[in-house]
Nanobody, 116 residues
Framework: QVQLVESGGGLVQAGGSLRLSCAVSGSMFRFNTMGWYRQAPGMQRDLVATISSGGSTNYADSVKGRFTISRDNAKSTVYLQMNSLKPEDTAVYYC??????????WGQGTQVTVSS
């Protein structure tokens, strides 16, 4: 059974930083792409960043240059370093284990609130 547990969310002022973590149980972590998504109230869930099993990364245009996704295969953990945060980054952030052809496994989400 795969379980994903996010941590690190909170309240921060605009321009500040937060680091989100997502610990993944089970043996699937090292072989699959991991992603971070976010969902603001009344909005759809959007992709923020992905990192492949080999370490290749992709980012949404809105976070390029400000957010960095990374992974530690030894700890089965994926991170999202968020710098220069803006009020529009406020959302619930979800990590996902992305299994090609089989869909995503999701964490429970962690709230990030950026005050102006």
């Amino acid at each position: 059974q795969v379980q994903l547990v996010e941590s690190g969310g909170g309240l921060v002022q605009a321009g500040g930083s937060l680091r989100l973590s997502c610990a993944v149980s089970g043996s699937m972590f090292r072989f699959n792409t991991m992603g971070w998504y976010r969902q603001a109230p009344g909005m759809q869930r959007d992709l923020v960043a992905t990192i492949s099993s080999g370490g290749s990364t992709n980012y949404a245009d809105s976070v390029k240059g400000r957010f960095t996704i990374s992974r530690d295969n030894a700890k089965s953990t994926v991170y999202l370093q968020m710098n220069s945060l803006k009020p529009e980054d406020t959302a619930v952030y979800y990590c996902a284990l992305i299994v090609a052809g089989a869909g995503n496994y999701w964490g429970q989400g962690t709230q990030v609130t950026v005050s102006s």
